[in-house]
């Protein structure tokens, strides 16, 4: 099984930046796939090996060393964020919203609030 086998295995990832590392879970390190020129102009992979699997670290490495993918990281991560909300993401923020006033109340609110906020997301829909 290879490197990029392995990554693709378990929970999904939801950063831009692996589509420019593979994780090696054996050794605990991600390494930069990104491709470019040596000195004499031929194509090699970067190859650098960074502890763990955190993207915050990998993105670092892309800001640091590879700038133009690193900037087109962040306009896919901007274009992921300025996304029209899902009907699954509406409907997560309403029941988020009710957990938070219900929490917030009190136990001798509860059922009033409750009430309300039931009345009021019934209405919306």
Request: glycine share 4%; charged share 30%.
């Amino acid at each position: 099984m290879t490197a990029r086998a392995v990554a693709a295995v378990g929970r999904r990832r939801g950063s831009e930046v692996w589509k420019y590392f593979s994780y090696h879970p054996v050794d605990d390190v991600s390494q930069c796939e990104v491709k470019m020129k040596d000195e004499e102009g031929k194509e090699v992979t970067c190859g650098k090996r960074l502890a763990k699997k955190f993207p915050s670290n990998l993105r670092n490495h892309l800001m640091i060393h590879h700038a133009d993918i690193y900037k087109l990281i962040e306009a896919e991560d901007t274009k992921k964020q300025n996304r029209a909300p899902s009907e699954s993401d509406q409907h997560q923020s309403t029941e988020s919203r009710l957990v938070s006033n219900l929490t917030a109340a009190g136990p001798e609110n509860v059922r009033i609030l409750n009430q309300q906020t039931l009345e009021s997301t019934l209405c919306r829909r």
